[in-house]
Nanobody
Framework: QVQLVESGGGLVQAGGSLRLSCAAS????????MGWFRQAPGKEREFVAA????????YYAESVKGRFTVSRDNAKITVSLQMNSLKPEDTAVYYC??????????????????????WGQGTQVTVSS
């Protein structure tokens, strides 16, 4: 019903940058709040960033604030995650997520993966020392 496809993962040295993209259907893109999560080996999936329907509101995990930027591109029907000043601890599989009920404007704590109903398959990001 809702298909999300991530791309842009790869290997980068610490301090470098990488840009991830999440492609969605126009219906999903226009009606769903979009988010990014990540999961490292042996760890639970954790929240990274989220963006509202309009793209005017964003919310970031404290660990990536100031380094990562999430945005929407209406022309390409994609949500992007620009990652700068990457650290080895950023190494993980990054997942795009979507949900019609998550509200960014009133968000006061990091959302749980269970708050999002639709998920992509993930893209690997590896940051070397």
């Amino acid at each position: 019903q809702v298909q999300l496809v991530e791309s842009g993962g790869g290997l980068v040295q610490a301090g470098g940058s990488l840009r991830l993209s999440c492609a969605a259907s126009r219906r999903t893109f226009s009606r769903y709040t979009m988010g990014w999560f990540r999961q490292a080996p042996g760890k639970e999936r954790e929240f990274v960033a989220a963006i509202s329907l309009s793209g005017r509101s964003t919310y970031y995990a404290e660990s990536v604030k100031g380094r990562f930027t999430v945005s929407r591109d209406n022309a390409k029907i994609t949500v992007s995650l620009q990652m700068n000043s990457l650290k080895p601890e950023d190494t993980a599989v990054y997942y795009c997520a979507a949900d019609p009920q998550v509200t960014i404007a009133t968000m006061t704590r990091d959302p749980s993966p269970s708050d999002f109903g639709s998920w992509g398959q993930g893209t690997q990001v590896t940051v070397s020392s």
